[in-house]
């Protein structure tokens, strides 16, 4: 398995490592850097029957386990949907996944067997901030006293909302945002017409940046920001049925826009959306400042109930109507 090239020192870091080893490690840093990856590689590393320096042989029986999924050591803990149609009284519950205590539990009576290898017993946490209060106490005592060759790699986004006896318990790595040139050139490689649109909006991040550039996105994005640049000659409502379905790309794109918009009013360069830059000062010219951040903080704090919105339809036409208002405004 290939490390991104941006986080190669880190790799290098890691594998220069010596016995005894860590038992619990902290991958941290923003979304979509690759963390996984790099995290999924190391393990593949260490159960490999031939590793190397640039990692796993991938042609041995662990190698080709870790392929399919399906390492008997390997264990993944990730935060579980919850079912369609099931009760659920915890409101935030529904709103962002969570790792469960009994999800803690199970991977605990799995390190606690004999590895199937003779080697690594590997357990990777993603996103470890999911887990709840309940998940991250029961974790403590295996971070604590650990079995033999039992390694917890903890892979995470916001490591500040970890309990501070988890972090205590880990070597950490943290990786940093890459560098733009590496980032952009690698998103080319992977065939990405629009590599620098989708790279600003994604803030840097490569790989979701590669997933923003989807054709399907890409397509949906275009026609949200044209009707932004051109707001007295949309059919809102219209638009906010072809939309309802991804309110949280909305979320996304509308918020920007609006960032973009409300820099401008204040000399500062666009942000997000360069090639847009001239349709932006028109606007910011004819909208009051006041009214636009009064929109923009709406929208910031409607960003927790994106996950299940009551109705998504009428959610983005408040949305959408509220910012073909502001044109009136002055």
């Known amino acids: 398995m290939n490390v991104h090239p941006w986080n190669r020192a880190v790799w290098a870091q890691l594998t220069r490592m010596r016995h005894p080893l860590p038992h619990a490690l902290l991958l941290h840093g923003m979304a979509g850097i690759g963390k996984r990856e790099l995290a999924l590689a190391y393990a593949q590393w260490l159960l490999c029957e031939r590793p190397g320096e640039?990692?796993?042989?991938?042609?041995?029986?662990?190698?080709?386990?870790?392929?399919?999924?399906?390492?008997?050591?390997?264990?993944?803990?990730?935060?579980?949907?919850?079912?369609?149609?099931?009760?659920?009284?915890?409101?935030?519950?529904?709103?962002?996944?969570?790792?469960?205590?009994?999800?803690?539990?199970?991977?605990?009576?799995?390190?606690?067997?004999s590895a199937h290898q003779g080697?690594?017993?590997?357990?990777?946490?993603?996103?470890?901030?999911?887990?709840?209060?309940?998940?991250?106490?029961a974790l403590l005592k295996?971070?604590?006293?650990?079995?033999?060759?039992?390694?917890?790699?903890?892979?995470?986004?916001?490591?500040?909302?970890?309990?501070?006896?988890?972090?205590s318990r880990c070597h950490k790595f943290a990786l940093p945002r890459p560098d733009w040139d590496t980032a952009l050139a690698w998103l080319r490689a992977q065939g990405v017409a629009a590599a620098?649109?989708?790279l600003r909006e994604a803030g840097g991040a490569p790989l979701l940046a590669l997933e923003y550039a989807q054709p399907e996105r890409l397509e949906r994005r275009g026609r949200l920001l044209t009707a932004l640049a051109q707001p007295q000659r949309q059919d809102w409502c219209e638009l906010a049925e072809a939309m309802k379905n991804?309110?949280?790309?909305?979320?996304?794109?509308?918020?920007?826009?609006?960032?973009?918009?409300?820099?401008?009013q204040q000399g500062l360069p666009s942000r997000y959306y360069p090639a847009h830059t001239a349709a932006l000062?028109?606007?910011?010219?004819?909208?009051?400042?006041?009214?636009?951040?009064s929109l923009y903080r709406e929208l910031i704090a409607a960003r927790r109930h994106l996950a299940h919105p009551l109705n998504a339809q009428l959610l983005l036409e408040s949305w959408f109507l509220r910012y073909a208002s502001l044109e009136d405004s002055l």
């Open 119 to 137: 080697g690594w017993r590997l357990a990777l946490i993603r996103p470890a901030e999911a887990m709840n209060p309940a998940a991250a106490n």
């Open 281 to 293: 000062q028109s606007l910011a010219r004819r909208t009051d400042p006041a009214r636009a951040w």
């Open 54 to 113: 640039q990692g796993g042989c991938g042609t041995c029986r662990a190698c080709a386990w870790i392929r399919q999924g399906a390492h008997p050591d390997l264990h993944w803990v990730e935060p579980e949907e919850t079912e369609e149609g099931a009760e659920e009284t915890d409101k935030a519950r529904r709103a962002r996944p969570i790792i469960r205590i009994d999800q803690i539990r199970a991977l605990i009576e799995a390190l606690s067997l």
């Open 142 to 167: 295996t971070l604590e006293e650990p079995p033999p060759r039992v390694m917890l790699i903890l892979i995470s986004h916001q490591p500040r909302r970890l309990l501070p006896t988890v972090l």
């Open 196 to 198: 620098e649109d989708t």
């Open 246 to 264: 991804a309110p949280g790309e909305v979320w996304d794109w509308i918020s920007r826009w609006l960032s973009d918009l409300l820099a401008l």
